[in-house]
Each structure stands twice: as structure tokens, then as C-alpha cells.
């Protein structure tokens, strides 16, 4: 059995950055993928980054991010450490919400979809003032 833990989220001023870190233990999640969700208030759970290896381990990690995040957030993963992180830069007051990290244990067509997922994280707040 595993669990997700994540951390890194707060209060942060319309601009900044914040570098969210999501460390698994119980078993190893590094051979398929891992992503992050976000859901505001009143809101779905809504995709916004994932990384997978593209064939084994040992393979280039392929990244996915939805099209609201492109260019300002990146996601990457410390296999050695078991940790998948999200660094968030230009953040937006619409970037306000609960972020859960995800972690599937087989491989699915689909990174983008939350039923691809079968461990969850209890979730981060970050809040983003204008």
C-alpha cells in the first residue's frame, strides 16, 4: 500500500512562484505515470501536468501539461528520491486552487484523465492574490 504526501503549497502574490513536492512511500511509483490535478472552489478536479517514461525507466521522461499551465509550470520527479514536483512560476489569482498529486500503477492510453490514477495525494492548498 502507498500514499502521497504532498507539501510546498501557501499564500503567494500574483507573479510569484512556488515549488510543490509530492513524496510517495510505501512502493515505488516511478515506472508509470504521475501527475498533478487541481480543483477550485466550486469547481471539477481539473488535469494539469503529468510525466511518464516513454519505454521503461531508463527512457527520457515525456511530460504533458494542460494548455492553462504551458510555459509557466514545469513538472519533473526525483526516481532515486521517489518524488514528483511542480515548479510554478508566474502564477495567476486563477491558479487558486487545491493541488493533489496522482500516481497510476500500470500504464493507461491517457495521463490526462483522473481515472488514469489510482494513489492521490490529500491535497495543497495554493492561493494566489492579485
Known amino acids: 500500500q502507498g500514499t502521497l504526501v504532498e507539501s510546498g503549497g501557501g499564500l503567494v502574490q500574483a507573479g510569484g512562484s512556488l515549488r510543490l513536492s509530492c513524496a510517495a512511500s510505501?512502493?515505488?511509483?516511478?515506472?508509470?505515470?504521475m501527475g498533478w490535478f487541481r480543483q477550485a472552489p466550486g469547481k471539477e478536479r481539473e488535469f494539469v501536468a503529468a510525466?511518464?517514461?516513454?519505454?521503461?525507466?531508463?527512457?527520457?521522461?515525456?511530460?504533458y501539461y494542460a494548455d492553462a499551465v504551458k510555459g509557466r509550470f514545469t513538472i519533473s520527479r526525483d526516481n532515486a528520491k521517489n518524488t514528483l514536483f511542480l515548479q510554478m512560476n508566474s502564477l495567476k489569482p486563477e491558479d487558486t486552487a487545491v493541488f493533489y498529486c496522482?500516481?497510476?500503477?500500470?500504464?493507461?492510453?491517457?495521463?490526462?484523465?483522473?481515472?488514469?490514477?489510482?494513489?492521490w495525494g490529500q491535497g495543497t492548498q495554493v492561493t494566489v492574490s492579485s
Open positions: 510505501g512502493r515505488t511509483f516511478t515506472k508509470y505515470a
Open positions: 496522482a500516481a497510476a500503477t500500470e500504464y493507461r492510453d491517457s495521463v490526462y484523465a483522473a481515472r488514469s490514477y489510482d494513489y
Open positions: 510525466i511518464r517514461w516513454s519505454a521503461g525507466a531508463w527512457s527520457a521522461a515525456i511530460t
